[in-house]
């Protein structure tokens, strides 16, 4: 089975500083992968898919990079809003998996 | 508006069934990939069972397996999740969601319903 491994699991940052977390893949998914954030008590959003590309209307500060197991997800100001948990998926197979989550708070 | 609306939730016996629908809206139901997704209480998002547009595949993930059984509507633009055998592992939110793009079987998810949640309890 496909497992994504998230990474922190948790983190502090104050607004505008560089945030950077980071998402594996336990086998080669090519750029078949997502990520979201969550906000309590919500469903998640999606902000970027096939491991780069933004999705409409979410903030230019939010990107994506990576490609076969390693990937990285950076907020490149952070703002209030940001505050939530953002997680990985892959869509590289039937069973779709999610990372574990990074919980993001704003200092 | 792209509107996905569960229903059926609420608090069940151990072993016990609930039927879980999602009401969509907005878009040609019959033309995408549908799925649900579970939350557990304080936990991350599971990915439990996937259906292709005519309803003909379906794949579920090993921990419901057996037990769940996803199905559609298209007539009725609704996706269903029967659900037997519940146990507390179960207790979630449950989320439904669609592929980002028509007939695509591997595609990240938007939009998700707002969530529904069932308790597994005595």
């Known amino acids: 089975d496909m497992q994504m491994t998230q990474s922190p699991s948790s983190l502090s940052a104050s607004v505008g500083d560089r945030v950077t977390i980071t998402c594996r893949a336990s086998?080669?998914?090519?750029?078949?992968l997502a990520w979201y954030q969550q906000k309590p008590g919500k469903a998640p959003n999606v902000l970027i898919y096939?491991?780069?590309t933004l999705e409409s209307g979410v903030p230019s500060r939010f990107s994506g990079s990576g490609s076969g197991t390693e990937f990285t997800l950076t907020i490149g100001s952070l703002q209030p809003d940001d505050f939530g948990t953002y997680y990985c998926?892959?869509?590289?197979?039937?069973?779709?998996?999610f990372g574990q989550g990074t919980k993001l708070e704003i200092k | 508006e792209v509107q996905l609306v569960e229903s059926g939730g609420g608090l069940v016996q151990p072993g016990g069934s609930l039927r879980l629908s999602c009401a969509a809206s907005g878009f040609t139901f019959s033309a995408y990939w549908m799925t649900w997704v579970r939350q557990a209480p304080g936990k991350g998002l599971e990915w439990v069972a996937n259906i292709n547009p005519s309803g003909s595949e379906k794949y579920y993930a090993d921990s419901v397996k057996g037990r769940f059984t996803i199905s559609r509507d298209n007539a009725k633009s609704s996706l269903y999740l029967q659900m037997n055998s519940l146990s507390g592992e179960d207790t979630a939110v449950f989320y439904c969601?669609?592929?980002?793009?028509?007939?695509?079987?591997?595609?990240?998810?938007?939009?998700w319903g707002q969530g529904i949640l069932v308790t597994v309890s005595s």
């Open positions: 086998q080669n998914i090519d750029t078949y």
């Open positions: 096939d491991a780069s």
């Open positions: 969601a669609r592929a980002k793009l028509p007939a695509a079987k591997y595609n990240w998810f938007d939009p």
């Open positions: 998926q892959q869509y590289n197979t039937y069973s779709p998996t």
